[in-house]
């Protein structure tokens, strides 16, 4: 989706240019032209600057309709027909100069698009500059195979499906840009909602019921910067708000039997009616530093120090009725009300600090040390109320909880050029942290616990490059750990990467990449094994500087295999969850400008992507398109683009889907 987004917006751009103007005849001196015409001559300069300059692209996108499902095609690509503001891009110039120098104007896919965007920058010179962006994101998430715990009874229900807008916008304003003393002030906003499915938790079932999302994040933040010749700080103080509601319901009248379809003790489990919702309230207030400094011609130094205290506030409630069961009591009921309040405190503490030293001429050395501290305290009090046919109780719960996690890495590199050309890197980086957390009183299978973080890691490098033609490089990380926080976490790894670009001719450029990461984990257990290989080869070939034509292409297989150990919920006994996938990507594109009639030439892309795997998820992907481009005069051009998506699952047939989609409109320049 998002590379034929990218190529609807900026193909065209691409493809407008236009050949220079011809130069035009100077007119015949005159031996001695009247004092009125050497005047006029003298004050006549070449045409000034218009004051706007730009274009807009303005289309119409066709559809033949979604052959398969349409779910699966709106998770994907999720592009549709209508009127479309494809792209545009203006600049304003002030030859005054006396509100602004230039205002900058750029948009894209606008008109029911699934990624929208607009970005705004004006400025004066030595007085301001200012920025605004705003992003509109469509997510839409319906993969029928996903989060389908009834998948193998032929019941297709995703139970963790999205179906979301995202908007972002953000504006930041600089007074006296290029000044040793720059303040600042900026508003970051972040917002989403939308409809979706969710599974309600009651003991012994879990129910997929529709739900509604919302929620928001407001940043507000100001500083100044100080940049003098060796020495430059930044400081920062800002705020957030944030608030996320969730609302769940089941309609009376309505039977859910869940996931859980086999009777419990001759009873069949049901959910008849729900209400739920929770909210999420925080707040947070930050001071941040920067500084970089250069005391001597062989030593640079930088620093960052970030603290924050968010806080936040959670409320909860639902009231449920069905024929539902109690696991600890061994108890039916057809009635709970439960609602649970809590509070949690979250002072953060980030610093960074580093230096780059130059004793010799050939030898850099960079020294880093970060450290990252989070520790939260948070409280809970909750009451549950069951009710039923001779069932009454209500109960009370007090919960006090507490995480802290420290995370810490140093890290020192040297380069040292051995010749002009040839590079070499060595390195070490140690990690180290501890995590603990803490439930009372003890809750569940576990009240508390404790994780330690151990990693050595050896780095190196070369890079070499004979002549203006030729780079290669190679890039070598290995890792032993002693600890990790997480089960599919790095642990002993190796990581492998290396790059080669060439140069054969001026018209032909090549280049090939190789990247390789296996990591283990051998802990009791666990027993994790992870293996990615990728292997990539690209071209570009434009002959002639691509005046006539040009083809650019690319190729990738990748190869991944997991294993790792778990305990069936079942019967607990130890278990081997294995993933296969084997991948294979291309890309090609021949762009051809071809005789025409008209003025100008007419102008065309032809190519497309395909994507085809095997192992535990076989998968085919196919994009082909087709493009014109055909100017009709100095300010207007025609252009239509064709393009089919294809998609298809081996063992999931009701998810492919095919579909045909044709674009065609006019950009307007000026």
């Keep these: 989706m998002k590379l034929s ?44 600057e218009s004051w706007l300059t730009g274009s807009i692209d303005l289309g119409y996108r066709f559809s ?6 349409f779910d699966a095609y709106r998770s994907i690509v999720n592009l549709g027909e209508g009127p479309k503001l494809l792209g545009a891009d203006f600049t304003l110039t002030d030859p005054k100069h006396r509100l602004f120098d230039q205002v900058r104007v750029r948009a894209t896919t606008w008109g029911g698009e699934p990624y929208s965007t607009f970005h705004l920058d004006a400025g004066k010179a030595k007085r301001y500059v200012f920025n605004a962006d705003y992003r509109d994101v469509a997510y839409f998430n319906f993969l029928p195979s996903y989060a389908d715990p009834l998948l193998g009874r032929g019941i297709v229900l995703n ?8 908007r972002a916008a953000s504006f930041r304003l600089e007074l006296l840009p290029g000044n040793w003393f720059v303040p600042y002030l900026a508003y970051d906003n972040d917002s989403g909602s939308g409809t979706g499915a969710t599974a309600f938790v009651s003991d012994a079932n879990e129910y997929p019921v529709p739900t509604n999302l919302r929620d928001s994040t407001h940043l507000y933040r100001g500083g100044v910067r100080f940049e003098l010749r060796r020495f430059h700080v930044t400081l920062e103080q800002g705020g957030t708000t944030f608030k996320d509601d969730q609302n769940l319901f089941q309609n009376s009248g309505v039977q859910n039997p869940g996931n859980a379809l086999t009777p419990v003790f001759g009873e069949t489990l049901s959910l008849n009616n729900l209400l739920a919702a929770y909210g999420v309230r925080g707040t947070s207030i930050y001071s941040k530093g920067l500084m970089t400094a250069s005391p001597a011609s062989w030593i640079d ?25 109690a696991q600890d009591q061994l108890l039916f009921y057809t009635g709970e009300e439960y609602l649970l309040t809590a509070a949690a405190k979250l002072p953060h503490t980030t610093a960074s600090f580093g230096a780059e030293i130059r004793p010799l001429h050939r030898l850099r050395i960079v020294e880093s040390w970060m450290t990252d501290r989070m520790h939260s305290a948070g409280s809970s009090s909750s009451t549950l109320a069951l009710s039923g046919l001779g069932v009454s109780e209500q109960t009370a719960a007090l919960l006090a909880s507490s995480l802290a996690n420290n995370y810490n890495q140093q890290e020192i590199d040297a380069f040292f050029d051995a010749t002009s050309k040839l590079t070499f890197r060595g390195g070490y980086r140690y990690v180290w942290g501890d995590a603990n957390y803490a439930v ?40 032993s750990s002693s600890g990790v926080y997480f089960r599919t976490s790095l642990y ?12 054969i001719s001026s018209s032909l450029n090549v280049a090939a990449d190789f990247s390789l990461l296996n990591n283990q984990n ?48 079942q019967d607990f006994q130890s278990q081997t969850s294995s993933y296969r996938d084997n991948s294979n990507t291309a890309t090609a594109l021949l762009n051809a400008k071809l005789p025409s009639r008209a003025p100008f030439a007419l102008k065309m892309t032809a190519g497309g992507s395909l994507f085809v795997s095997s192992g535990s998820r076989p998968t085919r992907y196919y994009q082909p398109l087709a493009s014109l481009w055909l100017p009709l005069g100095k300010h207007v051009n025609w252009f239509a683009e064709w393009r089919y998506y294809g998609y298809g699952e081996t063992f999931y047939l009701y998810e492919g889907f095919r579909s045909h989609l044709v674009t065609t409109g006019l950009r307007f320049s000026r």
């Design 522 to 569: 051998p802990t009791a257990g666990i027993k994790y094994d992870y293996l990615a290989r990728q292997e990539s080869f690209s071209l570009f070939w434009s002959p002639g500087g691509g005046k006539v034509w040009s083809v650019e292409g690319s190729y990738t297989r990748s190869d991944l295999r997991s294993d790792i150990g778990y305990l069936s919920p």
């Design 301 to 325: 130094l930088y620093g960052q120090f970030l603290y924050s205290q968010p806080d936040s506030n959670v409320h909860y409630q639902h009231a449920a009725t069905g024929n539902l069961f």
């Design 159 to 166: 139970e963790q499906s999205f179906d979301t807008r995202r």
């Design 5 to 48: 987004l990218t190529l609807i917006a900026i193909l065209p751009a691409l493809l407008a240019q236009q050949p220079p103007a011809p130069p035009q005849s100077p007119a015949p001196a005159a031996a001695s032209p009247p004092p009125a015409a050497a005047a006029t001559a003298d004050t006549s300069p070449a045409p000034a």
């Design 440 to 479: 009372l009183p003890a809750e569940g299978l576990v009240s508390s616990d404790q994780g330690k973080l151990r990693r050595h890691v050896a780095l190196g490098s070369v890079s070499f490059r004979p002549n203006h033609k030729l780079w290669i490089s190679g890039n070598i990380e290995g890792a």
């Design 64 to 69: 033949t309709g979604v052959g398969g499902s």
């Design 492 to 503: 002993n790894y190796q990581q492998f990467r290396a790059q080669v670009r060439y140069e």
